[in-house]
């Protein structure tokens, strides 16, 4: 059998960064390199109606033992990495960690330290997989792929222990919010099902932000800046005025937990037009539309100042909180926090600031909470993960999928 550590770095060495606003799914055609590699392989180790499709979902079933009748139960993760930083050339290193800081890349002085990343002081005496700065590590979430696929190939090796029927789901683009617009719920034929893409070992999540993306396109009026006086409109400076005009305390940097807020993801532009994107979060429903009115009602104000048109806003709900669905389904909480028990795991239950596959797929009609991968500092070049903790997650999983 293969290690779960082998696959990971195998898994990491594809590039399988996705995209934000294209229009296809997958976003990026690299990301069926690794659909195709993880097809052939689940074939190899013996699992059943392996298939994948023109947009790089990938299918498979671990037939039930005999008489062991149970509902299917699923496990996901996704193919793809973040577009905040290259996945490309991902030069991995395994350290045998002692305390202290850690060098990533000596010629470019990129250390990561205890002081910046306190988790790193639970990580003595692991293994820990990490970069050399210069891109991601890709644990987001090919830790997840590998843990799936060796649970996949453990079980099917001990056929002498009883399971009912698994589904194996592995999606490409969640990354840009698309990881499940063709995700085949019918075909995939679980009762419930858990993404495995979340973060330090014990973290069993059901709760999620509601979500939208908003861009704000500015259209000002470039005049020669010599004769501009009363008649130049500066694109850029308008847009610097909406975001000031958003609450201050409301931005990423100063919440936590269950508060919301809106993130300025990116700006460019010229005197004549800019173009701003924007995230808006909340885990509250009834707070979330108030967030998307107050932004639109900014967008009026600055209309009304500027001359209609000057601010259009374009705005697409992404998800919603999937607490709502889960409510219903109580048993796959109550099942993950009882195998992580029976294998001394203690539960980290939190709310997730952020979203996963599960959320959508919740409101698809397959019920799906998250569970950890074991990895850290997602979407940078400080991502890492210990390979003792990619193995209690497979442990985890083994578990589950015997019903704990």
């Known amino acids: 059998m293969r290690s779960v550590k082998d696959r990971f770095l195998e898994y990491i060495s594809f590039d399988t960064q996705s995209q934000d606003d294209a229009e296809a799914v997958p976003s990026t055609k690299k990301q069926c390199c690794l659909a195709e590699c993880l097809v052939q392989e689940l074939k190899e180790i013996g699992a059943s109606d392996v298939r994948t499709d023109e947009h790089c979902y990938v299918y498979a079933s671990i037939p039930a033992t005999a008489g062991k009748n149970a509902p299917a139960l699923g496990f996901i993760s996704h193919i793809d990495t973040a577009p905040a930083l290259s996945g490309a050339n991902v030069k991995a290193r395994l350290v045998h960690y002692s305390g202290g800081d850690i060098v990533l890349n000596e010629q470019l002085g990129i250390v990561m330290s205890p002081e910046q990343f306190p988790e790193l002081r639970g990580q003595v005496g692991k293994d820990i997989i990490v970069t050399d700065g210069t891109t991601l590590l890709g644990a987001d979430d ?26 194996i789901g592995f999606t490409p683009d969640e990354e840009v919010g698309r990881g499940v617009d063709f995700f085949d719920v019918e075909g995939f034929g679980a009762a419930g099902a858990y993404t495995v893409d979340g973060g330090a070992v014990g973290e069993l999540e059901y709760e999620n932000f509601n979500a939208a993306n908003a861009k704000l396109i500015v259209h000002g009026l470039s005049i020669h800046p010599g004769s501009a006086k009363g008649q130049m409109k500066n694109a850029l400076l308008i847009g610097m005025e909406f975001e000031r005009m958003l609450p201050e305390q409301e931005k990423p940097a100063y919440t936590a937990g269950y508060e919301g807020f809106f993130h300025l993801d990116s700006m460019e532009g010229t005197v004549e037009e800019a173009r701003l994107v924007y995230i808006i979060r909340d885990h509250d429903r009834a707070k979330f539309e108030q967030r998307k009115r107050l932004f639109g009602s900014t967008a009026d104000f600055l209309n009304a100042k500027y001359g209609e048109g000057t601010v259009e806003v374009i705005l697409k709900d992404s998800y919603y909180n999937m607490k709502e669905k ?79």
């Open 142 to 167: 090919k830790a997840g792929v590998a843990e799936i696929m060796t649970m996949a190939e453990y079980l099917l090796a001990h056929p002498e222990i009883p399971h009912g029927e698994i589904r």
């Open 326 to 404: 889960l409510a219903g389904h109580p048993e796959l909480i109550e099942n993950a926090k009882r195998a992580m028990e029976q294998l001394g795991i203690e539960p980290i239950v939190q709310p997730i600031r952020g979203g996963t596959d599960g959320a959508r797929l919740s409101y698809m009609g397959l019920p799906c909470p998250n569970l950890c991968t074991g990895g850290y500092n997602c979407h940078g070049k400080y991502e890492h993960i210990a390979v003792q903790d990619m193995e209690r997650v497979v442990e985890l999983l083994i578990r589950l999928a015997c019903g704990s």
